[in-house]
């Protein structure tokens, strides 16, 4: 009774692990832009941390923010790449902190484009809204930051 048991309980975990990791393969192969958009955003979002560089004015800030909540929302439409928020492409050194803004302002811009593609999962569809408002968000903080420092 107990290997009988221990196989039928080892069978069911079998199941739902096919099951789980076939689900979040179709995702990924059916929003592979959404994936794109996390890269963009993860790499847009390590342009606006200053290490070393001095304090983060409040638009920097936000715009980190908004990056962050729109992160996940992606993940929460169950689009996941399972990287953290330092796995991002390098960033350009010889950036100066004006480049550097361009450059996010470039990549939030091709985050943007990514997810805003027709979604007909109306479940995705509040989440993709989302993300997008976010980015929105993150987009005008960006442009204020770049404002800033043009006039300073």
Not at 68 to 86: F, M, P, V
Not at 114 to 133: K, M, T, V, Y
């Amino acid at each position: 009774m107990k290997v009988t048991f221990k196989l039928l309980l080892a069978a069911s975990a079998l199941t739902a692990l096919i099951v789980l990791s076939a689900a979040s393969g179709f995702a990924q192969g059916r929003h592979p832009a959404y994936l794109h958009a996390l890269t963009d955003l993860r790499h847009a979002r390590a342009h606006l941390e200053r290490p070393a560089h001095g304090e983060l004015r409040e638009q920097e800030k936000k715009a980190i923010h908004e990056i962050d909540e729109a992160i996940g929302e992606i993940k929460r439409a169950a689009i996941d790449d399972g990287k953290n928020l330092n796995d991002h492409p390098p960033i350009d050194s010889r950036l100066d902190w004006p480049g550097r803004l361009h450059r996010a302002l470039e990549l939030i811009n091709k985050a943007h484009n990514d997810i805003s593609h027709e979604e007909d999962n109306r479940f995705a569809q509040g989440l993709q809204l989302r993300a997008l408002e976010h980015i929105d968000k993150a987009h005008h903080h960006v442009e204020e930051a770049i404002r800033i420092v043009r006039d300073r």
